[in-house]
């Protein structure tokens, strides 16, 4: 799972954290040594961390591609000062004054909130996805451990956890799935994609269609999805062309078990246009009051999950999605979808650049919700006006490739017809060889996606 994310420093942690109690100034050959005791953080560090954390691409040194985002390294030697009193990059997270980990407070500490895939140990709030993504889940026993040393201090030496065996729980979590509850009749719709398999070490991404089951014209103001852990992201799309559209109920792969792209699945992907979606594990998303998406009687929408796993082990892929309904009447704004892709891009090989596209609007259009799409290579996305008195003023960066902010306007953003939007994105490429515009996490894409209504 890449978020929290991914020095060199060879110490040798026995002597770092070794203590000797010393009973007498006199040793006799009856004596018997100490036993060496690694301090609770150097356990954390030596099980934890360095095998699930901090390793290539993820959390293990600034190189790693994706260190711009989340700007944390968490190998030995650097890890404790990185997380103990240090403020989060997610926005979400910060603004409830969490800290990556606040000392006494487990509640408070975003490193025990991405490790812990429950949403009742704090209160449904969700800060992106679980650590490690496309990994195998911490056990029980290792978020445990982690939880008593974070509300014992958590202090960088000393033993303070004394149950060390909670290390060694086997318990695994990916299984565990609590799934949204359908919402009461005339109040909204549910869609899912049944669990599903993920083969080790092989990205699963998958499309199917299904009906929403309206049978008549419905406003939806708000939306809730959620996914099992693994997830990169979830997609409702709506269809451009209603006359050719893929069959009902049908699990269409994104790439064959031999991890060759289904061109077949590929192609249908350019008829897609966004209606909803997320990159974090759990979101509920809310119109501004007044606006509200129009479903068409009869709608079906296609659905697309996108599971990463990095294990030897089969894991489960399972995706919901709540559609939230409102009475016409209290409808004053028909909320359309912004799909704006810059497919045009070349990323050199070890190389970095920004890449930019205009997008005009031939209508006059108030802006409502704006949010991004961008793969690993994303360093930073920036949104800009174009056009008219605002023209270049930036109205929205996002930093984080896996969950990007989803931005809502108090005031919506006010186009005239001929203005519109200016995507501006920079790459850090740091493979050997040059990403193109593609479908897999390996390459790279550039989309706003948001919400508009036009008067």
């Not at 095998?51 to 959390?59: K, L, V």
């Not at 909670?166 to 899912?192: H, I, R």
């Not at 979830?234 to 064959?256: E, G, H, M, Q, T």
């Not at 897609?272 to 079906?300: K, N």
């Given at each position: 799972?890449?978020?929290?994310?991914?020095?060199?420093?060879?110490?040798?942690?026995?002597?770092?954290?070794?203590?000797?109690?010393?009973?007498?100034?006199?040793?006799?050959?009856?004596?018997?040594?100490?036993?060496?005791?690694?301090?609770?953080?150097?356990?954390?560090?030596?099980?934890?961390?360095?095998?699930?954390?901090?390793?290539?691409?993820?959390?293990?040194?600034?190189?790693?591609?994706?260190?711009?985002?989340?700007?944390?390294?968490?190998?030995?030697?650097?890890?404790?000062?990185?997380?103990v009193g240090v403020d989060p990059k997610n926005s979400d997270a910060?603004?409830?004054?969490?800290?990556?980990?606040?000392?006494?407070?487990?509640?408070?500490?975003?490193?025990?909130?991405?490790?812990?895939?429950?949403?009742?140990?704090?209160?449904?709030?969700?800060?992106?996805?679980?650590?490690?993504?496309?990994?195998?889940?911490?056990?029980?026993?290792?978020?445990?451990?982690?939880?008593?040393?974070?509300?014992?201090?958590?202090?960088?030496?000393?033993?303070?956890?004394?149950?060390?065996?909670?290390?060694?729980?086997?318990?695994?979590?990916?299984?565990?799935?609590?799934?949204?509850?359908?919402?009461?009749?005339?109040?909204?719709?549910?869609?899912?994609?049944?669990?599903?398999?993920?083969?080790?070490?092989?990205?699963?991404?998958?499309?199917?269609?299904?009906?929403?089951?309206?049978?008549?014209?419905?406003?939806?103001?708000?939306?809730?999805?959620?996914?099992?852990?693994?997830?990169?992201?979830?997609?409702?799309?709506?269809?451009?062309?209603?006359?050719?559209?893929?069959?009902?109920?049908?699990?269409?792969?994104?790439?064959?078990?031999?991890?060759?792209?289904?061109?077949?699945?590929?192609?249908?992907?350019?008829?897609?246009?966004?209606?909803?979606?997320?990159?974090?594990?759990?979101?509920?998303?809310?119109?501004?009051?007044?606006?509200?998406?129009?479903?068409?009687?009869?709608?079906?929408?296609?659905?697309?999950?996108?599971?990463?796993?990095?294990?030897?082990?089969?894991?489960?892929?399972?995706?919901?999605?709540?559609?939230?309904?409102?009475?016409?009447?209290?409808?004053?704004?028909?909320?359309?979808?912004?799909?704006?892709?810059?497919?045009?891009?070349?990323?050199?090989?070890?190389?970095?650049?920004?890449?930019?596209?205009?997008?005009?609007?031939?209508?006059?259009?108030?802006?409502?919700?704006?949010?991004?799409?961008?793969?690993?290579?994303?360093?930073?996305?920036?949104?800009?006006?174009?056009?008219?008195?605002?023209?270049?003023?930036?109205?929205?960066?996002?930093?984080?490739?896996?969950?990007?902010?989803?931005?809502?306007?108090?005031?919506?953003?006010?186009?005239?017809?001929?203005?519109?939007?200016?995507?501006?994105?920079?790459?850090?490429?740091?493979?050997?060889?040059?990403?193109?515009?593609?479908?897999?996490?390996?390459?790279?894409?550039?989309?706003?996606?948001?919400?508009?209504?036009?008067?």
């Amino acid at each position: 799972m890449n978020v929290l994310n991914y020095s060199r420093l060879s110490l040798t942690v026995g002597l770092a954290a070794l203590s000797l109690n010393v009973v007498s100034c006199t040793k006799t050959n009856t004596d018997s040594p100490a036993p060496t005791e690694l301090a609770s953080f150097d356990l954390i560090q030596q099980k934890i961390l360095t095998p699930s954390c901090a390793t290539s691409g993820c959390h293990l040194s600034e190189k790693d591609a994706t260190f711009f985002q989340h700007g944390l390294v968490l190998a030995e030697g650097v890890a404790y000062q990185n997380l103990v009193g240090v403020d989060p990059k997610n926005s979400d997270a910060k603004t409830d004054g969490l800290k990556r980990v606040k000392a006494f407070a487990s509640l408070e500490s975003l490193l025990y909130h991405k490790l812990n895939i429950s949403a009742s140990h704090h209160t449904g709030k969700q800060y992106g996805n679980p650590m490690p993504l496309g990994g195998t889940l911490l056990p029980d026993g290792q978020i445990e451990f982690v939880r008593r040393w974070i509300e014992a201090g958590a202090p960088k030496t000393g033993s303070v956890v004394t149950e060390t065996t909670l290390l060694d729980n086997k318990t695994v979590t990916n299984s565990t799935f609590e799934s949204l509850p359908v919402p009461a009749a005339g109040t909204g719709f549910q869609m899912a994609i049944p669990s599903f398999d993920i083969q080790p070490s092989f990205e699963r991404e998958l499309f199917t269609r299904r009906m929403v089951g309206n049978t008549q014209d419905v406003y939806v103001n708000r939306y809730e999805t959620k996914m099992r852990s693994g997830s990169h992201h979830f997609v409702a799309y709506d269809f451009r062309n209603k006359s050719s559209l893929p069959n009902l109920n049908d699990i269409r792969d994104l790439r064959n078990a031999d991890n060759s792209l289904n061109i077949t699945t590929a192609l249908t992907m350019s008829n897609h246009v966004y209606l909803a979606g997320s990159q974090a594990q759990y979101q509920d998303y809310v119109f501004p009051e007044g606006a509200a998406l129009l479903i068409p009687a009869g709608a079906s929408f296609d659905l697309n999950s996108h599971f990463v796993n990095k294990t030897s082990t089969v894991m489960k892929g399972e995706a919901q999605i709540n559609l939230y309904t409102v009475d016409k009447s209290t409808v004053q704004h028909v909320v359309q979808t912004l799909d704006l892709s810059n497919t045009n891009l070349t990323i050199p090989a070890n190389g970095r650049v920004t890449l930019t596209k205009s997008f005009a609007f031939n209508k006059a259009r108030k802006v409502l919700t704006l949010t991004s799409h961008m793969h690993k290579s994303g360093e930073k996305f920036v949104i800009k006006i174009m056009g008219g008195s605002r023209n270049g003023e930036v109205v929205y960066t996002s930093t984080d490739w896996e969950h990007p902010d989803i931005i809502t306007f108090k005031t919506p953003i006010d186009l005239q017809k001929g203005e519109g939007l200016i995507s501006e994105i920079t790459y850090n490429n740091t493979t050997g060889k040059a990403i193109s515009f593609g479908l897999t996490s390996e390459d790279e894409m550039g989309i706003i996606f948001g919400y508009y209504y036009e008067e």
